[in-house]
T-cell receptor
Framework: GQNIDQPTEMTATEGAIVQINCTYQ??????LFWYQQHAGEAPTFLSY??LDGLEEKGRFSSFLSRSKGYSYLLLKELQMKDSASYLC??????????WGAGTKLIIKP | IAGITQAPTSQILAAGRRMTLRCTQD?????MYWYRQDLGLGLRLIHY???????GKGEVPDGYSVSRANTDDFPLTLASAVPSQTSVYFC????????????FGPGTRLTVL
């Protein structure tokens, strides 16, 4: 079956670093995606990895290990506005996204 | 219009009624998608369209139908609503099928009583 696992909730302090992990198991693999979703809003695209390694984009970085079926999203210099849910999704062999339930990130001052 | 819009924003519906959720994009994207999002579950694909004139079934298509008469519009119809269809519905689009980035509409919150 297809499955995406990520923690339900995490808490971090403003200014700190947090790593949100995701493990995936899908029928085929065409990339790993991270989206951000603020409460009551639509998801917005953060990152895309299809090759192993780290992709850095400003304060956000995303890592992929295809052999381990593992990814993480790294958020640096946390700001209060980073409080949101972070959704991990894997694109399967049919080019459809299989989504995790999301990790709710709470930032404390 | 800028991006992708959905209507209505929210709706309360009696069970058994027919309802169409509207979705329009102005980005000339080929692919469009309908998802539902329920608490504690990931987004689940209902139906998709890789290009105008074609549609396909996603993970949870039962009780829903779609059409794609043109590039811009992708309506989702509930023929006879049931309480289990209470959810937040998101329409999304991408430049191509399997595209790197999907753009989401603001969502429709639907309650079926």
């Amino acid at each position: 079956g297809q499955n995406i696992d990520q923690p339900t909730e995490m808490t971090a302090t403003e200014g700190a670093i947090v790593q949100i992990n995701c493990t995936y198991q899908t029928s085929g693999f065409n990339g790993l995606f991270w989206y951000q979703q603020h409460a009551g809003e639509a998801p917005t695209f953060l990152s895309y990895n299809v090759l192993d390694g780290l992709e850095e984009k400003g304060r956000f970085s995303s890592f992929l290990s295809r052999s381990k079926g593992y990814s993480y999203l790294l958020l640096k210099e946390l700001q209060m506005k980073d409080s949101a849910s972070y959704l991990c999704a894997s694109m399967d062999s049919n080019y459809q996204l299989i989504w995790g339930a999301g990790t709710k990130l709470i930032i404390k001052p | 219009i800028a991006g992708i819009t959905q209507a209505p924003t929210s709706q309360i519906l009696a069970a058994g009624r027919r309802m169409t959720l509207r979705c329009t994009q102005d980005m000339r994207h080929n692919a469009m998608y309908w998802y539902r999002q329920d608490l504690g579950l990931g987004l689940r694909l209902i139906h998709y369209s890789n290009t105008a004139g074609t549609t396909g079934k996603g993970e949870v298509p039962d009780g829903y139908s779609v059409s794609r008469a043109n590039t811009d519009d992708f309506p989702l119809t509930l023929a006879s609503a049931v309480p289990s269809q209470t959810s937040v519905y998101f329409c999304a689009s991408s430049e191509l099928a399997g595209g790197k980035e999907q753009f989401f509409g603001p969502g429709t919150r639907l309650t079926v009583l």
